[in-house]
């Protein structure tokens, strides 16, 4: 099993940055594509941005295009959600995920993806 532990969420201005971090378990962390999503309460869970197993590609929401940009490091078993000029209908639990492929074919859709972190927190004040 591949175990997903999330930090770095918080509370920020409209306009303000956080960045995202997800560090994983096991030694194939290297060999999976990986996304990010979010939920607000009361909503569906929405695609964030997926990044393959190198790196070399990634996808976003048109949501947030343009202003977050997720990276992984893969000598740290890690991938990062960097978040910039963000609003308040940015605030949701967001999630790291990890899917059994490489690419980011059909990364959009959350039954892709074979494990979850518990999510974190971003609260976005207008």
């Known amino acids: 099993q591949v175990q997903l532990v999330e930090s770095g969420g918080g509370l920020v201005q409209a306009g303000g940055s956080l960045r995202l971090s997800c560090a994983a378990s096991?030694?194939?962390?290297?060999?999976?594509?990986m996304g990010w999503f979010r939920q607000a309460p009361g909503k569906e869970r929405e695609f964030v941005g997926g990044?393959?197993?190198?790196?070399?590609?990634?996808a976003y929401a048109d949501s947030v295009k343009g202003r977050f940009t997720i990276s992984r490091d893969n000598a740290k078993n890690t991938v990062y959600l960097q978040m910039n000029s963000l609003k308040p209908e940015d605030t949701a639990v967001y999630y790291c995920?990890?899917?059994?492929?490489?690419?980011?074919?059909?990364?959009?859709?959350?039954?892709?993806?074979?494990?979850w972190g518990q999510g974190t927190q971003v609260t976005v004040s207008s």
């Open positions: 096991g030694r194939t962390f290297s060999s999976r594509a």
């Open positions: 990044i393959n197993w190198s790196g070399g590609n990634t």
């Open positions: 995920a990890a899917r059994n492929f490489r690419e980011i074919d059909r990364s959009y859709y959350s039954t892709a993806y074979a494990f």
